[in-house]
């Protein structure tokens, strides 16, 4: 199960891009797609069927999750997450070094 989801900030921990931050546009398994992270280009052909222009595409490529942490805006550093059972009884997600809620996007 992973602890990201869609919309969270992170920061990259390896790889080409280490130490950049960026948004959560998609997780899939065990992989994320981060904003303006990763960026690969990608050689497409035209379709006059789906209207697609064809040439060389930059796009954003999903990175292993383990290459990124979620970024904690009070401390400007990565974080882990835990989960807490809240005072509502609600399953919340927390900062391991500071116990604080997460915010959701």
């Known amino acids: 199960m992973a602890k990201l989801r869609k919309g969270d900030n992170v920061i990259v921990l390896a790889g080409k891009d280490k130490g950049k931050q960026g948004v959560i546009l998609a997780v899939k398994d065990d992989r994320v797609k981060v904003e303006g992270i990763n960026i690969v280009k990608k050689h497409q052909k035209p ?30 550093k990565a974080d882990r997450i835990a989960y807490q059972i809240g005072e509502d009884g609600k399953k919340q997600r927390v900062y391991r070094s500071s116990g604080e809620v997460v915010a959701t996007a």
């Open 47 to 76: 379709n006059a069927m789906t209207g697609k222009e064809g040439g060389i595409i930059a796009q954003e490529a999903f990175m292993h999750i383990s290459n990124v942490a979620i970024f904690n805006a009070t401390t400007q």
